[in-house]
C-alpha cells in the first residue's frame, strides 16, 4: 500500500488545512476543510474530477495537514499558508497593493489629518480612495476650508506658529491661538467634509475663491477654483439611489474555464470609490471555494465592508464568521435580484466579462513568459526539477573597493522581489570574483538544514552568469559544500549560451525563446540590483574618508587629485606614474597612495 493510503487512514476527523505536494516536495496546493478526513480523501477517489483538480491530483505524491481550533482558523490559515508557498495550483493575488485611506487622529485634543494605508484601532478613516482622486487634494481642501492641522507636531508647551497658520490653511493651536472647543467643531465640519458631505465645503470655497478674486488675488483665486471643480468631481460618483449609511464592496467574476477575471467596486457612505480588476489563472478548487480563498486574501490587507454584495456561490456562515473575527462586527452578504445594488453587480460582471475577453491574449504571453518558459527550462535543459525557485548571483565592486553580492529569485518565473537578498563582502580582499561569489554562495546554502531554511527555501536551480569557467567553479563549491538537489547552469553573456553540468557542449536557444528571454531576465535583474547596491555603498564613502586614511594626504592634496582625475574611481584606477604628476604630489607620496589602494 502506498504512503498516501497509509497517511489517509490517519486522517483526524476535525477542520485544519491541508497542503499537496510533488515529488520533489513542493507544495502545488494549500486548501482548508471543516472535517480533513472526508475533503482529503475526496482527492483520491475515482469519480470523474475538473480537469484542473485531475491534473493536480496526477502531481501529488505527498501531502501534509495541521488540524486547527476551527474552521475560521482554518481560512486563515489556509491564506498564510498560501501567500507564503505561492501553489501552482491555487487562485493567487499576486497584485495586492492597499489603498490610501485619509485619517483623523480623534485621540488627540487637537486631531490632525493624515494619509495612510494601514488601518488600525486608533483614529477615524476615510476612503479607500482609488484611481482618479488625489487623497491630497482631499486634505488641502480640509486644510484650506476647516483650518484642521496636517503637521505630526505634538502639542504642549506654546510654540511659534509654522508657515500654515500664516497661510490661513491652520489656527495654530500649537501656539495656542485657539481653544480646544473651537477646534473641536472645526474637526466636526472637516470629518463631514471627508465622509462626502461636500455641498458646504464647495459653498465656502466659493466665497473664498470670490474673496481673492475682488482682491485681484487670481492666482489664489485659481488654486480655488480648481478645488471647487474637483469637488465636482467627486459629486459625480455618489450613488443617488443608495443610502449615504451604505458601505459595500460589489464583487463579480468572469471564467472562460482556464483564466479568469474578478471585479470588485467599492462604494462608501453611498459614494462610488472606484473598482479594480484582477486577472488569474482558474485554480483547483471548487468555485465558492476558491472564491472564497480569494476573498481572505484580499482582506487581510484591506478593510473590510459592512456589506459584499455578490452571485458567486460560497459558504456565507464561514466567511461571516470570518469577517466577525477580523473586525468584531458582522459584514452582510447580500445576493440582489433587483434595485441599485443589482444594477451594480451588473455592473462589475460586465466589467469582469470585458477585462478578460481583452485581456486573455496578455495573460496567454505572460504565463508563455512565466510558468511555460520554466516548463520549457526544464525540458530543454533536462533540469532535474521544474524551478519553480530560481536563484541568480551576482558580484560587483569596482578596484576591489565595496564588494557587494546580489542574490535575486524567480517564483514560477516571475521576479519575487521581497525574496531578493544582497550581500557585502567580508573575507575576499581585492577585485576576485571568483573568490567573492564562493563567500556568498557559501554564506546562502548553508543556510539549507537550518532554522533559517525557513525564510530561505532551497531553490531547485542556481543561475551563474558566465561560461563554462564560472560553471566549473561553482560546482566546486557545491561539492565542498556538499550540496544535493539543487540543479546549476550557467549563461554566458555574449553569444547567450546556456551550459549545463549534464554536457560540455552548452545549449544554444533562439533569442526569441521565452525559457532564453527569462534567463535573460533574472540574469539582468541580478546584475541591476548588485550595481544598485553597489552604488548606494559607494556613494556613502566620503571622498576624504578614503584619502584621509593615507598617510601624507592632507586637504590641498586631496584638492590637487579630485582637480586632476574628477572622481575617486578614477584616483583608485591611475598608476603611480599618473598620480606622482598631480601637483604637490611626488613620486614616493605617489607610491604610498597607490599601495593603499592596492590593499584595498
Same mark, same amino acid.
Given at each position: 500500500?502506498?504512503v @498516501?493510503?497509509?497517511k489517509?487512514k ?6 485544519g488545512?491541508y497542503?499537496m505536494?510533488?515529488q520533489?516536495g513542493?507544495? @502545488?496546493?494549500?486548501?482548508?476543510a471543516?472535517v480533513?478526513?472526508n ?7 475515482s469519480?470523474l ?8 491530483v ?7 495537514y ?8 482554518a481560512?486563515?490559515?489556509e491564506n498564510?499558508?498560501?501567500? +507564503?508557498?505561492k501553489p501552482?495550483y491555487n487562485?493567487l493575488l499576486?497584485?495586492d497593493?492597499?489603498y ?18 494601514? @488601518?488600525?484601532?486608533?483614529?477615524k478613516?476615510?476612503g ?7 487623497? +491630497?487634494?482631499i486634505v488641502?481642501?480640509a486644510a484650506?476650508v476647516?483650518g484642521?492641522?496636517t ?6 508647551k ?7 497658520y500664516h497661510?490661513?490653511?491652520?489656527p495654530?493651536?500649537c ?7 473651537d ?6 465640519g472637516a470629518?463631514s467634509f471627508?465622509a ?7 459653498e ?7 474673496k481673492?478674486?475682488?482682491n485681484?488675488?487670481?492666482e ?5 477654483r480648481d478645488r ?9 460618483r455618489?450613488i443617488t ?7 459595500a464592496?460589489?464583487?463579480a467574476?468572469a471564467t472562460?474555464g482556464?483564466?479568469g477575471?474578478?471585479c470588485?467596486?467599492?462604494?462608501r ?13 482558474e485554480?483547483?478548487?471548487?468555485g465558492?471555494?476558491s472564491?472564497l480563498s480569494f476573498l481572505t ?12 454584495v455578490t452571485?458567486e456561490?460560497?459558504?456565507?456562515e464561514l466567511f ?10 458582522k459584514?452582510e452578504?447580500?445576493r440582489?435580484k433587483?434595485?441599485v ?6 455592473m462589475?460582471?460586465?466589467?469582469a466579462?470585458e ?6 491574449s ?15 527550462l526544464e525540458e530543454?535543459?533536462?533540469l532535474?526539477?521544474y524551478?519553480k525557485?530560481?536563484e541568480?548571483y551576482?558580484?560587483?565592486?569596482i ?6 553580492g ?6 514560477d518565473g516571475?521576479a519575487?522581489k521581497?525574496?531578493y ?9 581585492g577585485a576576485?570574483d571568483f573568490?567573492s561569489?564562493k563567500?556568498?554562495?557559501?554564506r546562502?546554502?548553508?543556510k ?6 525557513e525564510r530561505?527555501?532551497?531553490?531547485q536551480l542556481i ?5 563554462r569557467?564560472?560553471?566549473?567553479a ?7 559544500l556538499?550540496?544535493?538537489g ?5 549563461l554566458?553573456?555574449q553569444?547567450e549560451?546556456i551550459?549545463?553540468?549534464?554536457s560540455p557542449?552548452p545549449?544554444?536557444?533562439?533569442r526569441r525563446?521565452?525559457?532564453?528571454r527569462?534567463?535573460q ?6 546584475h541591476?540590483?548588485a550595481?544598485t547596491?553597489?552604488r548606494?555603498? %559607494?556613494?556613502k ?7 584621509d586614511?593615507?598617510?601624507?594626504v ?5 584638492k590637487?587629485?579630485m582637480e586632476k582625475f574628477?572622481?575617486?574611481?578614477k584616483?583608485?584606477?591611475?598608476s603611480?606614474?599618473e598620480?606622482s604628476?598631480t601637483?604637490g604630489?611626488g613620486?614616493k607620496?605617489? %607610491?604610498t597612495?597607490r ?6
Amino acid at each position: 500500500m502506498s504512503v @498516501i493510503q497509509e497517511k489517509l487512514k490517519l486522517l483526524p476527523d476535525a477542520p485544519g488545512v491541508y497542503l499537496m505536494m510533488d515529488q520533489d516536495g513542493v507544495i @502545488i496546493y494549500v486548501g482548508k476543510a471543516r472535517v480533513l478526513k472526508n475533503r482529503v480523501r475526496q482527492y483520491f477517489h475515482s469519480s470523474l474530477k475538473p480537469p484542473k483538480v485531475q491534473a493536480m491530483v496526477e502531481n501529488i505524491a505527498d501531502f501534509s495537514y495541521v488540524v486547527t481550533p476551527s474552521e475560521v482558523d482554518a481560512l486563515s490559515l489556509e491564506n498564510t499558508f498560501i501567500k +507564503k508557498y505561492k501553489p501552482k495550483y491555487n487562485i493567487l493575488l499576486k497584485d495586492d497593493k492597499t489603498y490610501p485611506y485619509i485619517k483623523l487622529h480623534t485621540k488627540e485634543p487637537f486631531p490632525h489629518i493624515s494619509i495612510t494605508r494601514r @488601518i488600525q484601532k486608533d483614529g477615524k478613516y476615510f476612503g479607500p480612495f482609488m484611481g482618479g482622486i488625489s487623497c +491630497k487634494d482631499i486634505v488641502d481642501i480640509a486644510a484650506r476650508v476647516y483650518g484642521v492641522r496636517t503637521c505630526k507636531k505634538t502639542l504642549g508647551k506654546a510654540q511659534r506658529p509654522c508657515l500654515n497658520y500664516h497661510l490661513g490653511r491652520c489656527p495654530a493651536p500649537c501656539a495656542g491661538y485657539i481653544s480646544q472647543e473651537d477646534y473641536s467643531s472645526r474637526v466636526a465640519g472637516a470629518a463631514s467634509f471627508l465622509a462626502g458631505n461636500y455641498e458646504e465645503a464647495e459653498e465656502l470655497l466659493r466665497e473664498k475663491m470670490q474673496k481673492f478674486a475682488e482682491n485681484e488675488e487670481f492666482e489664489l483665486a485659481l488654486e480655488y477654483r480648481d478645488r471647487i471643480e474637483m469637488l465636482s468631481r467627486l459629486k459625480l460618483r455618489r450613488i443617488t439611489a443608495m443610502p449615504k449609511d451604505v458601505e459595500a464592496d460589489i464583487w463579480a467574476r468572469a471564467t472562460n474555464g482556464i483564466y479568469g477575471a474578478i471585479c470588485v467596486l467599492v462604494t462608501r457612505r453611498g459614494i462610488m470609490q472606484g473598482s479594480r480588476t484582477f486577472p488569474l489563472e482558474e485554480g483547483a478548487g471548487e468555485g465558492g471555494e476558491s472564491f472564497l480563498s480569494f476573498l481572505t486574501q484580499y482582506y487581510s490587507s484591506h478593510e473590510l465592508p459592512h456589506e459584499l454584495v455578490t452571485d458567486e456561490e460560497m459558504d456565507d456562515e464561514l466567511f461571516s464568521a470570518y469577517a466577525r473575527e477580523k473586525t468584531g462586527r458582522k459584514t452582510e452578504i447580500v445576493r440582489p435580484k433587483q434595485g441599485v445594488k443589482r444594477d451594480l453587480l451588473d455592473m462589475a460582471a460586465r466589467n469582469a466579462r470585458e477585462y478578460l475577453e481583452k485581456s486573455v491574449s496578455a495573460i496567454e504571453h505572460k504565463n508563455d513568459m512565466t510558468v511555460n518558459a520554466c516548463k520549457r527550462l526544464e525540458e530543454v535543459l533536462g533540469l532535474s526539477h521544474y524551478p519553480k525557485r530560481m536563484e541568480c548571483y551576482d558580484i560587483s565592486n569596482i578596484s576591489g573597493v565595496d564588494k557587494v553580492g546580489s542574490m535575486v529569485v524567480f517564483t514560477d518565473g516571475e521576479a519575487d522581489k521581497t525574496a531578493y537578498r544582497r550581500f557585502k563582502i567580508r573575507t575576499v580582499e581585492g577585485a576576485d570574483d571568483f573568490a567573492s561569489l564562493k563567500e556568498v554562495l557559501s554564506r546562502r546554502l548553508l543556510k539549507l538544514g537550518t532554522d533559517e531554511e525557513e525564510r530561505f527555501p532551497k531553490p531547485q536551480l542556481i543561475v551563474i552568469d558566465g561560461g563554462r569557467g564560472q560553471l566549473s567553479a561553482v560546482r566546486a563549491i557545491f561539492e565542498e559544500l556538499g550540496i544535493e538537489g539543487i540543479d546549476l547552469i550557467s549563461l554566458a553573456k555574449q553569444e547567450e549560451e546556456i551550459y549545463t553540468l549534464a554536457s560540455p557542449e552548452p545549449v544554444r536557444l533562439s533569442r526569441r525563446d521565452y525559457a532564453l528571454r527569462t534567463l535573460q531576465r533574472i540574469r539582468d535583474e541580478a546584475h541591476r540590483f548588485a550595481i544598485t547596491y553597489f552604488r548606494n555603498l %559607494h556613494s556613502k564613502r566620503n571622498l576624504s574618508s578614503v584619502l584621509d586614511e593615507i598617510e601624507g594626504v592632507g586637504k590641498e592634496k586631496r584638492k590637487a587629485l579630485m582637480e586632476k582625475f574628477g572622481t575617486i574611481d578614477k584616483i583608485m584606477r591611475a598608476s603611480e606614474e599618473e598620480l606622482s604628476q598631480t601637483p604637490g604630489i611626488g613620486r614616493k607620496l605617489a %607610491h604610498t597612495i597607490r599601495a593603499y589602494f592596492e590593499t584595498l
